[in-house]
């Protein structure tokens, strides 16, 4: 069994120098939050209480990835800690520019942390089995390396059901096939209604496709210019975009079939009045 601590002494690291730090889901997205906005990111995880990361020179960060597994981001230097009353005008309206908790800027210290470059070839290809809901999310303790996902794989693909996967995802899969080939192959099997969600808005856009190449096929031009050639969606951020499938139809089904299950869908979710569809 390889661990993680294994992994660091690969790397050229102590692991008694090194905190494994999980991340919830509480006040950000963890995952998407570190993907599309790093600022953010590091802000957020700046504030702490006192004394959280002990003497570390590093803390080794992590974001809920499947059941009690996590997914690894990147190593960051803990270079200086700032207490309350050092903080200045300036960190409380970093609090507020972020929309994170104003309390923060009373309650807690300030961690000067570095990203830095040893590790960044696992960020988010390392998994390692965290634990249940009672495991703290600051660690000391050596943890399982579950997988390393290839360079460009994302997640393994599930169900149709369960579905959803943002453009970052979305441009994994396209750009590279080879490495995510279950997703490649279940999505060309398949015909049928899809939505987009955007997450900064709320709105949502129903679609379908049909054809050569199915779902997949249809879903490879939003992974080319973030609209997919939709005049509804020129203009919005792709970033903030989640796809999942609302309904599968049979692949010997015609267009016209498909176009009116794509209608019902609009009708039952409101998109044309409340959404981003307009036909």
Known sequence: MITVHRIFEIYGLDPKKI??????????PILETFRNNLP????YQSYQKPRRFGNAKYIAVFAPY???TAIFLGLWEVVDCKKHHEFTKENLKELKK????????????????????????????????????TVSWVQKKDKEVVEIKG???????GSFDSLEIDFYELKKIVHHPDENVT?????????????IKDIKTGKLYVGSAYGEHGIYGRWSTYARNGHGGNREL??????NFKFSILEIVPST???????????KWKNKLGTREFGLNKN
């Not at 905190?19 to 950000?28: A, C, S, T």
């Not at 089904?253 to 209608?263: D, F, H, P, W």
Request: net charge negative; with cysteine.
């Open 253 to 263: 089904s015609t267009a016209e079939y498909v176009i009116e299950c794509e209608n």
């Open 19 to 28: 905190r494994l730090v999980r991340h919830g889901n509480k006040e950000i």
């Open 234 to 239: 020129q203009g919005l951020n792709p970033d």
């Open 151 to 157: 360079k460009n794989a994302i997640k393994d693909f």
């Open 183 to 195: 997703w490649v192959k279940s999505l060309s099997s398949v015909n049928g209604i899809y939505l």
């Open 66 to 68: 499947h059941k009690t």
């Open 40 to 43: 953010k990111f590091e802000v």
């Open 98 to 133: 972020y929309n994170l908790p104003e309390n923060w800027f009373c309650d807690n210290v300030r961690y000067e942390l570095k990203l830095s470059n040893n590790l960044s070839d696992l960020s988010e290809r390392l998994i390692i089995e965290w634990g249940g809901a």
